[in-house]
């Protein structure tokens, strides 16, 4: 089984890479950068990891944006991923206006979204907080996981999830076990995108977000506009070391799997 | 629905406009009401008398503009859990609590604000029996036009708006806001990002009022914001300290306060404040009507009243202490705008329905 | 548990409208709840009068879906179309080719990350890591002044380049995973079956590759420029602010303006455009294989 790939291809994706993590490297290394400004090298630090502890703001708006993003990842996964399989599966007049409603929720201006579900709140007498901003992250993120697991769902061969029913499957068993994991990487796509939008969401959120429920963006946008503290590339990086270790760990534990169903 | 067929003769357009009118004005009234109102627990902010003090205290203000002990200060003499939430954008921050969002015991507005938050019905006036300190404000603050009776604000910390320059890079002060119009220092020069404070100096720079609604004079600014633009390297507003630093830009339309400090890793950075003058800002603190805890926010705003407390603000941000006690506190303050100064100088007014038409006049200078 | 699940394979199987219905239940009402009835009060709004300080008065009007019909209105219109445009297409011809090797590689896991990775740092401390390097005094000047490519540092900053840069940037990951989640069930033995019949690299690629990728380059095509339509701010911090784009313009109607209907109508123009255009996309994806395979 060939898979080669053409030179330019691997030219283009090594570029892009070099190019996407460019800034991020600079960005770690000003988080070691002892100057305030972020404007040249003057020493190694590691005050600003230091202040980091101190900064119960920085560490409670962390622990805000990880709370709202993983429950509304959660949830907009599986509903978004619900939805993808209606449109994908049958056929009904409004389908195709459905899928493009669809896309409105991520055209639509954050502040229109966000100053209409605020009106929203307020007459429904919602108190304003993380379960506000967590319903406003379900709803746009609905539309994230629906359209990529949509993409993956065109042209997948049913035969064998028919051939699964014909062995006498009941179709909750055959969707279970034949159509999930051939859906995986669209679902694992999408919860992705999905989290990486709550996790950075600035507009909606600062709007519907109560007192005291302010995600780690709402804390980090004034520190970065006004004034680029060194101790907001300190929180960045520390968040880029912690996920590459849970991903790797994640990555570690379900490897041995593919093996040990093979073998049993 | 044939014209005509009514007793009386109406346009189909003017019907139209009638009854849609009248089955829009039941959710437009709803959002109407949704503004500004709260349902706050005890006493409720505005009344005379406050109820005993609160465990608690929400403050919705920018960020980093408090001193780093201040509220650490408040809370252990006080006994009250103080919650500090941020906005980046004075203008979000209205449209929110014009949306109706509650929660906030204090909040700081700049004060073409303060008569937007009055209108919609979101302030309640100060109950000045618990501010004890309010003597300490300079009068130079007090009767302004955005609270001619000092019924509902304290100010916050005040500033003005001029030029930011590198001394070693350009050759003469600029003492005229022409210097945008002219060459040099050509692809170099930057003004804030801020529809008030672009048209605001071209306005100035003829003569006529930072408030201005008039349609000529509007004209005449727009047409020099645009010859300005090519002149530009970029419409910035705080990030551009990090620019100046570095000498990227040169010269910056920028307030006092953010000068300063970013004056303490470049000192070759200078400011002036042009001689068309410009505008004086002052933030103020406010009580939402809607306030959970009425109490202690005046007992807050009392202990910012304090002449340390004050000082300790100052500071830490770099800009102007309303607090005239507070002055002999501070190693380096911001000294009160002279006479001569201060007859240069204006506050920003809420624009009324003429925000459209400034509104329209940026999006013009952008497209450009 | 098992009896429920029988009465429940029964119900669905006497009533194939109904699984049709709880799939799509839960997230149409959600989205119904909490985006479509938001709209619709936002949708009101618009045709009402503007309040003086904000808000609306009562009544009703069309001035501002007609003041949006302005040049001034639809040029900005027009340029926000042309950015997200320019944005797709840089982010097509990049992206393909990595989601290609990503599917086709064996750490596939592992590329897929790092694709995602840059994306849990901020958006605006990664904006402003670009603005570090792109500065005149910035890296990329520095090395190349210093390696001898040029004499004097080259504008970088605040040119319609940078946006473009920060455009792809932020959106590169939306045109690669679909297309990856497309490319990836690729069967290889289709492209075999096109080498043994002797079909040139290029050939391959369009009659094969391509073709059975579209969805997912529709899909990635949408998932860019559909929202690179309603942004802003990278053109703002990148670009100096020096340009208004739609965003922009119903950001000041909610903020400096104070005409929330003015801004809410253009959403609403910006709503309809992209209505229309995603469903044109949509059927010129269902076309080729017309059929729901079933």
Redesign the interface.
């Known amino acids: ?6 030179r ?3 030219l ?2 090594g570029a ?2 070099l ?6 490297l ?2 770690a290394i ?1 988080s070691v950068n002892a ?6 090298w003057t020493g190694f630090t590691l005050d600003w990891y230091r202040k980091l502890a101190g900064r119960a ?1 920085l560490l409670r708006g962390l622990r805000a944006s990880l709370i709202v993003g993983s429950v509304s990842t959660a949830v907009a996964t ?3 991923t ?2 993808a ?8 007049r409004t389908r ?18 966000g ?6 709140f ?2 429904l ?1 919602v ?2 907080g993380l379960a506000t901003i967590t ?2 992250h ?3 993120n ?3 996981v ?3 697991v ?3 769902l ?5 035969s064998l999830e028919e051939a699964a029913l014909m062995l006498g499957a ?3 068993t055959a969707f279970r076990t034949v159509t999930v994991p ?1 859906l995986w ?2 679902i ?3 919860a ?2 999905a989290f ?1 939008t709550s ?2 969401d ?2 909606i959120t ?2 519907v ?4 429920s ?1 995600t ?13 503290e060194p101790t ?2 300190a929180i ?2 520390l ?2 070391l912690v ?2 270790l849970l ?1 790797w760990l994640a ?1 570690r534990l379900t490897r041995e799997r593919p093996l040990a169903a093979a073998r049993g | 629905m044939a014209e005509g067929s009514f007793p009386i003769s109406i346009s189909r357009r003017d019907f139209l406009e009638r009854t849609l009118g009248a089955s829009l004005s039941v959710p437009a009234l ?2 109407l009401e ?1 503004c500004g109102r709260g ?1 706050p627990a005890g006493p409720r902010a505005g009344s005379t008398e406050l109820g005993p003090l609160e465990p608690e205290l ?1 403050i ?1 203000n ?3 503009y408090i001193g780093p002990d201040v509220i650490p200060g408040f809370e252990k003499e006080f006994g009250v859990k103080v ?6 954008s004075s203008e ?1 921050m209205v ?2 609590l014009q ?6 015991d204090l909040v700081v507005p700049p004060t073409y604000a303060v008569a937007v938050l009055l209108a919609s019905g979101v302030l309640a006036p100060l109950s000045l029996k618990y501010l004890t300190n309010l003597g300490n404000i300079s009068p130079l603050f007090r009767g302004l036009a955005h609270d001619p009776d000092n019924k509902f604000t304290v100010p916050w910390q005040w500033g003005m708006t001029g030029i930011a320059w590198r001394k070693d890079l350009v050759k003469a002060p600029p003492e005229s806001w022409s210097v945008f119009l002219g060459r040099e220092p050509r692809g170099k020069m930057t003004m804030l990002d801020d529809v008030r404070d672009v048209i605001g100096v071209f306005l100035r720079l003829r003569g006529h009022s930072i408030n201005s609604t008039d349609p000529g004079e509007l004209e005449a600014a727009r047409q020099d914001a645009i010859a300005a633009k090519a002149n530009l390297k970029a419409y910035l ?3 551009v ?2 620019q100046l ?2 000498g990227d830009v040169w010269l910056a339309q920028l307030w006092n306060g ?1 000068a300063a ?2 004056r303490r ?1 470049q000192p070759a950075l200078e400011w002036i404040l042009p001689r068309e003058g410009s505008t004086l800002w002052i933030d103020s603190l406010v009580v939402p009507k809607a306030a959970p805890h009425p109490r202690a926010a005046h007992e807050f705003i009392n202990y910012i009243l304090r002449p340390a407390i004050g000082a300790m603000v100052s500071a830490a941000t770099g800009y102007g202490s309303p607090n005239q006690a507070a002055m002999p506190l501070l190693s380096d303050p911001v000294p009160y705008p002279s006479a001569n100064e201060l007859a240069r100088l204006e506050i920003q007014k809420d624009l009324g329905r003429a925000s459209g038409l400034w509104d329209e006049i940026w999006t013009q200078i952008k497209s450009a | 548990m098992r009896t429920f ?2 009465r ?2 029964a119900l ?1 199987a006497r009533r194939p ?1 109904l ?2 219905a709880s ?2 239940a ?3 009402l ?2 119904l709840a ?2 479509a ?3 619709l ?2 949708l009101a709004a618009s045709f009402m009068p503007r309040g003086m300080y904000g808000g609306v008065d009562p009544g009703f009007t069309l001035e501002h879906y007609r003041r949006f019909l302005d040049p001034l209105y639809l040029q900005v219109l027009g340029r926000t179309v042309v950015w997200a445009g320019a944005a797709t297409v840089a982010c097509l011809l ?2 393909y ?2 989601a ?3 599917s ?3 750490h596939r ?2 590329l ?15 904006t ?3 603005i ?2 792109l500065r005149d ?1 910035g ?1 990329v000047n520095s090395l190349l002044l210093r390696v001898g490519l040029i004499s004097q540092p080259m504008t970088l900053l605040y040119t319609p380049f940078a946006v473009l840069l920060g455009l792809v ?1 932020g959106f ?3 045109m690669v ?2 297309i ?3 490319l ?2 690729l069967d ?2 289709l ?2 079956a096109a ?1 043994v019949l002797g079909a040139r ?1 290029r050939a391959r690629f369009f009659t094969v590759t391509l073709p ?1 990728s579209l ?2 380059v ?3 095509c ?2 860019v420029f ?2 690179a ?2 942004s802003f701010i990278t053109s703002d911090l990148l670009g100096g602010a020096k340009q208004v784009m ?2 922009n313009l ?2 000041n109607q ?2 400096s303006a104070r005409n ?1 209907p003015f ?2 109508a253009v ?1 609403f123009a ?2 309809a455009l ?2 229309v255009t ?2 044109a996309s ?2 010129l ?2 076309r080729p ?1 017309g059929e ?3």
């Open positions: 089984m060939t898979r080669r790939v053409s330019g291809a691997l283009v994706t892009v890479y190019f996407l993590h460019l800034p991020v600079v960005l000003f100057s305030r400004y972020s404007v040249a703001d599986v509903f978004g619900l939805l399989l209606a449109l994908a599966r049958n056929r009904f195709r206006a459905i899928e493009g409603f669809l896309y409105l929720p991520i055209v639509t201006p954050e502040i229109v979204v100053i209409s579900l605020l009106v929203l307020v007459l007498r108190p304003l319903i406003a379900i709803a746009f609905i539309a994230f629906a359209v990529v949509r993409a993956r065109d042209g997948l061969d049913r009941d179709e909750l051939q990487p669209g694992i796509a999408g992705l995108l990486t996790f950075d600035y507009v600062s709007l977000a109560g007192t005291g302010s780690l963006p709402v804390v980090v946008y004034g520190m970065v506009r006004r004034n680029v907001v590339n960045s990086t968040i880029l996920t590459s991903i990555f | 709803a959002l949704s349902r929400n919705y920018w960020s980093d919650t500090y939430d941020t906005f980046e979000e449209a929110k949306a109706g969002a509650t929660g906030y507003s705080a990030p300290k990090a630093i570095a953010d400090q970013a890793e | 699940r029988r429940l394979l669905l409208g699984e049709a799939l799509l839960p997230g149409t959600w989205l909490f985006f009835v938001p709209m009060l936002m990049l992206g080719p990595v290609w090797v990503i086709r590689s064996r896991g592992l897929l990350f790092l694709i995602v990775l840059p994306f849990w740092t901020s958006f605006l401390v990664r402003f890591a670009m570090f390097l005094t890296l940037y590169l990951p939306f995973l679909p990856y989640a497309s990836e069930k290889p033995s492209l075999e080498l690299p059975l969805p997912g529709i899909a990635g949408l998932l559909v929202p339509l309603g739609i965003g119903v950001q909610f903020t929330w801004g809410s959403s910006l709503m992209v209505l995603v469903m949509l059927r994806r269902d294989s729901v395979t079933r």
